[in-house]
C-alpha cells in the first residue's frame, strides 16, 4: 500500500480506474448488502404506489384490443 501512495496521482487513478474495471466487469458478482436491496425495494414502492408486474401491463394492453 505504501508502494501505491508513493505514485504520481496520475499513477494512482489509472490503477483505481483498472481495478473499478475489473470490479465491474462481472456486476453479478459485486456484493449487495441485504439493506440496500430492502432501502430501494421500499423507494421504489414510495415513488411508485400502483405499480404492476410486466404480466398484469401486458395483460391490460392486450384486453383493450
Do not use: C, G, H
Not at 496521482?9 to 474495471?21: D, G
Not at 458478482?29 to 423507494?43: A, C, H, K
Amino acid at each position: 500500500m505504501d508502494e501505491i501512495l508513493r505514485l504520481p496521482v496520475e499513477e494512482r487513478l489509472n490503477l483505481l480506474e483498472q481495478v473499478w474495471n475489473s470490479v465491474a466487469a462481472d456486476p453479478a458478482r459485486v456484493p449487495v448488502p441485504e439493506w440496500r436491496i430492502e432501502e430501494l425495494d421500499r423507494r421504489l414502492e414510495d415513488s411508485y404506489p400502483e405499480r404492476v408486474s410486466w404480466n398484469e401491463l401486458k395483460s391490460r394492453f392486450f384486453d383493450r384490443t
